[in-house]
C-alpha cells in the first residue's frame, strides 16, 4: 500500500529551539494533515492544508504542502515541554470522483523529547 | 463535550479467546474508523464505515469483524485473539460523507494485550 517516510523518527531538543521534521511520499495527496499525540490519549489534528503549496501557521505552528503534492514539512518555533509526543504526518487522496471516506495514510511518526 | 468514547481502555486476554470494542461518538459524524497503532508503525486503517449501513476493509483487516450500529456506535471485534494483535486501538470519526478531508476525531485509545 501508499507508504508515507517521516523523518526524523525522533528528536530531542532543549526548551526554545525550533523544531522541524517532514514527510515524503511516493504518491500525491490531496491534503496533507498533521496530528500529534500526547502521552496515552488520542491523535489530535494540528493543522490541514489543502492545495499545493500552500503554508498555514496555527500559533507557533507553520507547515507547508509541498509543490510537487508528495511532500510536506512542520515547523515549531521556540519550544516548549508540553511540545513534547508523537507527531504524525497523514496524507489524504481523493480518487477521480471526488468522493473518499475520510481513509488517511500516516507516516510512522516523530517523537520529540523537550528537555527543560 | 464527549467527543468520540472507547471501551474498555484496558484489557488482556488470552490467545483464542474473543472480545469486542467499543465506539461510540455525540458528535453527529456520519463516517467512523478503526486503526490499530504498533511502535514505528504509524497508524494503520483496520475497517471503516462510510455511513450507517456500510463498512469496508482497511490496510490490515484480517482476524477483526466490525458492526455499525446505528449512526452514533462503531463496534469493533476480535472472533480469536492473537498475540499479532496486542496493540493500542483508535477509533476515530469524521463528519464528511463523500468529499471527505481526512480531518479525523480520534478517541483515547484502548489498549489491549494478548498472552
Known amino acids: 500500500g501508499q507508504q508515507l517516510n517521516q523523518s526524523p523518527q525522533s528528536m530531542f531538543i532543549q526548551e526554545g529551539e525550533d523544531v522541524s521534521m517532514n514527510c515524503t511520499s511516493s504518491s500525491i495527496f490531496n491534503t496533507w494533515l498533521w496530528y500529534k499525540q500526547d502521552p496515552g490519549e488520542g491523535p489530535v489534528l494540528l493543522i490541514a492544508l489543502y492545495k499545493a503549496g500552500e503554508l498555514t501557521s496555527n500559533g507557533r505552528l507553520t507547515a507547508q504542502f509541498g509543490i510537487t503534492r508528495k511532500d510536506s514539512f512542520l515547523n515549531i518555533s521556540a519550544s516548549i515541554p508540553s511540545d513534547v509526543g508523537i507527531y504524525f504526518c497523514?496524507?489524504?487522496?481523493?480518487?477521480?470522483?471526488?468522493?473518499?471516506?475520510?481513509?488517511?495514510?500516516f507516516g510512522q511518526g516523530t517523537i520529540l523529547t523537550v528537555h527543560p | 463535550n464527549a467527543g468520540v468514547t472507547q471501551t474498555p481502555k484496558f484489557q488482556v486476554l488470552k490467545t483464542g479467546q474473543s472480545m469486542t470494542l467499543q465506539c461510540a461518538q455525540d458528535?453527529?459524524?456520519?463516517?467512523m474508523y478503526w486503526y490499530r497503532q504498533d511502535p514505528g508503525m504509524g497508524l494503520r486503517l483496520i475497517y471503516y464505515s462510510a455511513s450507517e449501513g456500510t463498512t469496508d476493509k482497511g490496510e490490515v483487516p484480517n482476524g477483526y469483524n466490525v458492526s455499525r450500529l446505528n449512526k452514533r456506535e462503531f463496534s469493533l471485534r476480535l472472533e480469536s485473539a492473537a498475540p499479532s494483535q496486542t496493540s493500542v486501538y483508535f477509533c476515530?470519526?469524521?463528519?464528511?460523507?463523500?468529499?471527505?478531508?481526512?480531518?479525523?476525531?480520534f478517541g483515547e485509545g484502548s489498549r489491549l494485550t494478548v498472552l
Open positions: 458528535m453527529n459524524h456520519n463516517s
Open positions: 476515530a470519526s469524521t463528519p464528511w460523507r463523500g468529499r471527505g478531508t481526512g480531518e479525523l476525531f
Open positions: 497523514a496524507g489524504h487522496q481523493s480518487n477521480a470522483g471526488g468522493t473518499s471516506y475520510g481513509k488517511l495514510t
